[in-house]
């Protein structure tokens, strides 16, 4: 099976040097707005498919690096020192010598698919006099755009090495996405002498139409007539459609669609003209939490192709399994990969309910807590201690249960994430906040608690720090219980309670002061 190794980058979109390597299967592109993920699968999709057009009808201005072009006129603005534009596909197969060389930016040899956008030297004369106007008007108009191989060999979208197919659920209902996706389906299922062959015998059948069933219209109409349209723009692989159930897939609802059109290409996966590579651009928009399941259960169980999955869902990431994972941010060139996170781990993420991984991982400062009630009090506490607020330190907090700590501290180590973790001491703090940790602690990575084994729970710490509001505040009424045993059994309740009546006035814990103090140092 062909697959993609390595993509390289330079000057393409929000990338000026960007390198990434791929496995065999499952990729899943998890990142930031902005973070470059459609950019990777655009990259992809336009070096495999060698589709001059396309490019064109992006224009070299939305693809070229802007910080390439305003480093460009703040040189001697010489026609040499032009940015390029470079897109490069390394493949598995390095037995093809029609791909075979070292036509590429490392300058190795192997085999790939090499996309160039630079400055037409036969044009250079009228480059020049454009950059000596002095205006700052760069040559956008006079770059070309070449394919070739890593032999050097030129190729083109009719000869194509290996097949792609993008699925975008941001444009599912695009009627120009569905003909192209259908398109591409048909192609790559039906081989091209059948198609060459059955484009023919659509003709034939067009003619023969006009011949049979509308002469005795046209009898009338003196020198018109009427017609079928024929021709490139009106040929049966314009004109042809997928049918579920009788039912064509553009009539389907949105998340529908999704599903259909991946499990479709999922279902077909040999034969000469199958699809080498699944692009999938946000699969979880449309899709309803049962139908997202499904179709992750469909990705997960697919062998045959190389799948690259673009996503914001932490339920996609978690369950196609985070040490396949390449995690961008928008400010940052190279990838992070979770490829040495333990097979546990990584195991527990598939099976743990919702979670909130996703935010994790594209964090830089998290604090970690383990109930609903500290989740609900720390944002009151951090603005009483700081004079600012969460959003603006760009602190995360991220309720994970106590028994999960260690997985994402994990996590964590791998990515550098500066973490705090505020948690119960259980009545013995060496054992379970310090010996217990031993393993994950270190200039980033914290874990704080109360030192008095008395104040074994946040509620009781909580307590001891604000006992006359929480006195007043739990007593009487429809409260039999005891301040205390009612915060206890209560917690949701209680923490509620108290940010949304005395938040101005309640006593911080020292380990939670403590907690945040370090967590922005």
């Keep these: 099976m062909q697959y993609i190794k390595k993509l390289n980058l330079v000057n393409f979109k929000r990338f000026q040097s960007f390198e990434v390597d791929f496995i065999p299967d499952i990729n899943t592109i998890i990142g930031d707005n902005e973070a470059g993920k459609s950019s990777i699968l655009l990259a992809i999709e336009l070096a495999?498919?060698?589709?001059?057009?396309?490019?064109?009808?992006?224009?070299?201005?939305?693809?070229?690096?802007?910080?390439?072009?305003?480093?460009?006129?703040?040189?001697?603005?010489?026609f040499e020192d032009l940015p390029e534009v470079h897109i490069e596909i390394f493949l598995s197969d390095d037995t093809n010598p029609d791909l075979f060389g070292n036509h590429n930016t490392d300058k190795v040899n192997a085999s790939g698919l090499h996309m160039i956008c630079k400055p037409s030297d036969e044009l250079s004369p009228e480059i020049k006099q454009v950059l000596n106007e002095g205006n700052n008007n760069f040559p956008y108009e006079y770059y070309i755009t070449n394919f070739i191989t890593f032999s050097g060999e030129a190729y083109s979208g009719y000869s194509r090495f290996i097949r792609t197919l993008t699925i975008d659920n941001s444009q599912i209902n695009s009627e120009y996405a569905n003909k192209e996706y259908i398109k591409t389906v048909y192609e790559s299922t039906v081989d091209h002498t059948t198609r060459v062959k059955l484009k023919n015998?659509?003709?034939?059948?067009?003619?023969?139409?006009?011949?049979?069933?509308?002469?005795?219209?046209?009898?009338?109409?003196?020198?018109?007539?009427?017609?079928v349209r024929s021709g490139s723009k009106y040929n049966l692989e314009t004109d042809i459609t997928l049918l579920q159930d009788k039912v064509?897939?553009?009539?389907?609802?949105?998340?529908?669609?999704?599903?259909?059109?991946?499990?479709?290409?999922?279902?077909?996966s040999t034969g000469k003209q199958a699809i080498d590579i699944l692009l999938l651009e946000e699969p979880e928009n449309h899709l309803s939490h049962s139908n997202m399941k499904m179709l992750i259960s469909k990705i997960s169980q697919t062998h045959q192709k190389q799948i690259i999955v673009a996503t914001h869902n932490s339920l996609i990431s978690t369950r196609l399994d985070l040490r396949k994972s390449i995690l961008l941010n928008s400010s940052a060139d190279k990838p992070l990969l979770l490829k040495d996170l333990s097979k546990s781990t990584a195991k527990f993420f598939m099976k743990a309910p919702d979670n909130n991984v996703l935010e994790f991982v594209l964090s830089y400062k998290v604090i970690?807590?383990?109930?609903?009630?500290?989740?609900?009090?720390?944002?009151?506490?951090?603005?009483?201690?700081?004079?600012?607020?969460?959003?603006?330190?760009?602190?995360h907090i991220i309720s994970v249960g106590g028994l999960s700590f260690k997985r994402y501290m994990e996590i964590a180590k791998a990515l550098n994430i500066r973490v705090a973790v505020i948690r119960d001491n259980d009545q013995d703090y060496k054992a379970n906040c310090?010996?217990?940790?031993?393993?994950?602690?270190?200039?980033?990575?914290?874990?704080?608690?109360?030192?008095?084994?008395?104040?074994?729970t946040f509620e009781i710490c909580f307590y001891e720090d604000n006992k006359i509001i929480c006195n007043e505040l739990f007593s009487g009424g429809n409260i039999k219980k005891k301040p205390l045993e009612f915060m206890l059994d209560n917690k949701a309740e209680a923490a509620f309670r108290l940010v949304d009546e005395h938040s101005e006035n309640l006593t911080i814990p020292s380990y939670i002061k403590q907690a945040i103090k370090w967590i922005n140092e």
């Design 48 to 78: 495999a498919n060698g589709n001059r057009n396309k490019v064109e009808t992006l224009g070299l201005e939305s693809i070229l690096n802007k910080k390439s072009v305003e480093n460009f006129f703040k040189t001697a603005k010489r």
């Design 201 to 227: 015998e659509y003709r034939q059948h067009k003619i023969h139409f006009k011949d049979n069933n509308l002469s005795s219209v046209n009898k009338g109409l003196g020198e018109y007539e009427f017609s």
């Design 248 to 268: 064509p897939i553009d009539e389907r609802g949105k998340g529908l669609q999704c599903f259909i059109k991946t499990e479709f290409v999922l279902s077909r």
């Design 368 to 395: 970690l807590v383990e109930g609903d009630a500290e989740y609900m009090l720390i944002d009151s506490l951090y603005a009483k201690e700081t004079s600012s607020t969460l959003n603006n330190d760009g602190v």
């Design 434 to 456: 310090i010996d217990n940790y031993a393993d994950y602690i270190s200039d980033n990575i914290q874990v704080f608690y109360d030192n008095d084994n008395k104040h074994s």
